[in-house]
C-alpha cells in the first residue's frame, strides 16, 4: 500500500488524483484509493484539513491532488443581505460548518436545519456539489477539554479604542 504523509506546496506535475468528501479530508488518517485505483495510506499530521487542489507527496515521489467531491449540500440564498446574514448568525450559533459564497452560503445537507431556514424565509436548494467550508476564524475548530495534547490556539490581543 502505498504511503502518503507530506503536504506539499507546488509540484510540476500531478501524477494522480484523491477524490475526497469533506468530512473524509478532516481526517489525518486515512485509507483511500486514488483516482487510479491505487490504494493508499494517509499518515498526516494531526489537525490537517485538506482542501480541493492541495497537493500530497507519496513515499514515492508520486504527487497527488486532492479533489473535493461532489456531496449532498444545501444551498442558501436570500432576497437581501441582511436575510442571508441573518440565516448565517443562526447556523453559526449552531456551529455549522458553513461554506459562505458571493450572495450564497452551502451547508452539508440535514433536513431539520433545512426546515429553520425555510422559516426564516430564505430559499432553500438541495444540491450535489463540493464543499468547502470556512476553516473558523482562528485557523481551526475550538478547543474541546479532551484536546489536552492538542497545541492551542492563541487569542487575538484585546484592542484598544481610547487610551
Known amino acids: 500500500?502505498?504511503?502518503?504523509?507530506?503536504?506539499?506546496?507546488t509540484a510540476s506535475q500531478v501524477d494522480d488524483q484523491l477524490v475526497l468528501p469533506f468530512d473524509r479530508r478532516q481526517k489525518s488518517r486515512l485509507r483511500v484509493?486514488?483516482?487510479?485505483?491505487?490504494?493508499?495510506?494517509?499518515l498526516l499530521e494531526r489537525g490537517t484539513v485538506l482542501?480541493?487542489?492541495?497537493?500530497?507527496?507519496?513515499?514515492?515521489?508520486?504527487v497527488v491532488q486532492v479533489v473535493a467531491a461532489d456531496e449532498p449540500v444545501l444551498r442558501v440564498t436570500a432576497a437581501t443581505?441582511?436575510?442571508?446574514?441573518?440565516?448565517a448568525y443562526h447556523l453559526g450559533n449552531r456551529h455549522v460548518p458553513l461554506?459562505?459564497?458571493?450572495?450564497?452560503?452551502?451547508?452539508?445537507?440535514?433536513?431539520v436545519l433545512q426546515e429553520m431556514l425555510l422559516g426564516l424565509g430564505v430559499q432553500v436548494e438541495g444540491q450535489m456539489a463540493p464543499f468547502e467550508?470556512?476553516?473558523g476564524a482562528y485557523g481551526g475548530g475550538h478547543r474541546h477539554h479532551h484536546d489536552?495534547?492538542?497545541p492551542s490556539i492563541r487569542q487575538p490581543a484585546r484592542l484598544r479604542i481610547h487610551e
Not at 484509493?33 to 495510506?41: D, H, I, P, W
Not at 482542501?51 to 508520486?62: C, F, H, I, S, V
Request: proline letters at 4%; aromatic letters at 2%; zero cysteines.
Open 1 to 9: 500500500m502505498l504511503g502518503i504523509s507530506k503536504k506539499i506546496e
Open 33 to 42: 484509493e486514488l483516482a487510479s485505483g491505487t490504494e493508499a495510506a494517509l
Open 51 to 62: 482542501r480541493g487542489g492541495d497537493l500530497l507527496q507519496a513515499e514515492d515521489g508520486r
Open 81 to 87: 443581505p441582511r436575510e442571508l446574514a441573518r440565516a
Open 99 to 111: 461554506e459562505v459564497g458571493d450572495g450564497w452560503l452551502r451547508l452539508e445537507q440535514d433536513h
Open 133 to 135: 467550508p470556512e476553516a
Open 148 to 150: 489536552d495534547d492538542a
